[in-house]
């Protein structure tokens, strides 16, 4: 917790997400807004696509609120299309047209740091230690960005004891069909910040069969947004 009064002296930041159509996506990543700044860090939203505000707004508001510096965290897990292209793209424009410095933290990753969640997120759906699970995530057309999840579920089953195999809902191998074809699984332990349609997909297939699944990691991940805030130096 900040001291009384640091709120007004820090740089605010912008949690950019990706977006979704889902009726709660905006009111899963609000609860994380929330959740950071519970712990006197002003902060704000933005989105690549689908919802409102996209970054250049969330800049203009900043703007006119007499705030001519951000600290922008994008809410992404891999070094996928939208880490290397669409935010940084989207930012630059931003910057740009408005004249408000934004300064790109790291995006949240796959690091040590989401283990704990993870596994806090397991036991609280009643998935048990030693029973196999799924680590269900978005996926992405680039190698490198699904070889981090999967090394991330490697990682994840050396904490938990029981075997975490890894599947995907836009690419192979696909989560649903995992979990509609594939052996008995325990659990599906979800890879997402929020609500959304893909991660909603992954569930349903897994009620079908009896599996619980991980809720979003939505206000978890407060901690690893104040590090990659901390780490820029502001």
């Given at each position: 917790?900040?001291?009384?009064?640091?709120?007004?002296?820090?740089?605010?930041?912008?949690?950019?997400?990706?977006?979704?159509?889902?009726?709660q996506?905006?009111?899963?990543?609000?609860?994380?807004?929330?959740?950071?700044?519970?712990?006197?860090?002003?902060a704000?939203?933005?989105?690549?696509?689908?919802?409102?505000?996209?970054?250049?707004?969330?800049?203009a508001?900043?703007?006119?609120?007499?705030?001519?510096?951000?600290?922008?965290?994008?809410?992404?897990f891999?070094?996928a299309f939208?880490?290397?292209?669409?935010?940084?793209?989207?930012?630059?424009?931003a910057?740009?047209?408005?004249?408000?410095e934004?300064?790109?933290a790291?995006i949240?990753?796959t690091?040590?740091?989401?283990?704990?969640?993870?596994?806090?997120?397991?036991?609280?759906?009643?998935?048990?230690?030693?029973?196999?699970?799924?680590?269900?995530?978005?996926?992405?057309?680039?190698?490198?960005?699904?070889?981090?999840?999967?090394?991330l579920?490697?990682?994840?089953?050396?904490?938990?004891g029981?075997?975490?195999?890894?599947?995907?809902?836009?690419?192979?191998?696909r989560a649903?069909?995992?979990?509609?074809?594939?052996?008995?699984?325990?659990g599906?332990?979800?890879?997402f910040?929020?609500?959304?349609?893909l991660?909603?997909k992954?569930?349903?297939a897994a009620?079908?069969?009896?599996i619980?699944?991980?809720?979003?990691?939505?206000?978890?991940?407060?901690?690893?947004?104040?590090?990659?805030?901390?780490?820029?130096?502001?």
């Amino acid at each position: 917790m900040l001291p009384t009064g640091a709120r007004d002296q820090r740089v605010p930041v912008v949690l950019l997400a990706h977006g979704s159509r889902h009726p709660q996506g905006v009111a899963s990543i609000d609860r994380l807004r929330a959740g950071v700044e519970a712990v006197g860090l002003p902060a704000r939203t933005a989105y690549l696509d689908l919802n409102e505000p996209d970054i250049e707004a969330a800049a203009a508001a900043l703007k006119a609120d007499g705030c001519g510096r951000a600290i922008v965290v994008p809410l992404l897990f891999t070094p996928a299309f939208h880490a290397r292209t669409d935010a940084p793209a989207a930012i630059a424009a931003a910057r740009h047209s408005t004249g408000v410095e934004l300064i790109v933290a790291d995006i949240l990753g796959t690091g040590d740091e989401l283990l704990p969640l993870l596994a806090s997120a397991a036991e609280a759906a009643g998935i048990p230690d030693d029973g196999a699970v799924l680590l269900g995530s978005v996926g992405s057309s680039r190698a490198e960005a699904n070889a981090a999840v999967e090394d991330l579920g490697r990682r994840l089953a050396s904490l938990r004891g029981g075997p975490v195999r890894t599947a995907f809902a836009t690419c192979a191998p696909r989560a649903v069909d995992a979990l509609l074809t594939g052996p008995e699984l325990a659990g599906v332990v979800s890879l997402f910040v929020g609500q959304g349609l893909l991660l909603d997909k992954i569930t349903q297939a897994a009620e079908a069969r009896g599996i619980p699944t991980t809720v979003p990691l939505e206000t978890a991940l407060v901690p690893l947004i104040l590090d990659r805030y901390a780490a820029v130096g502001c």
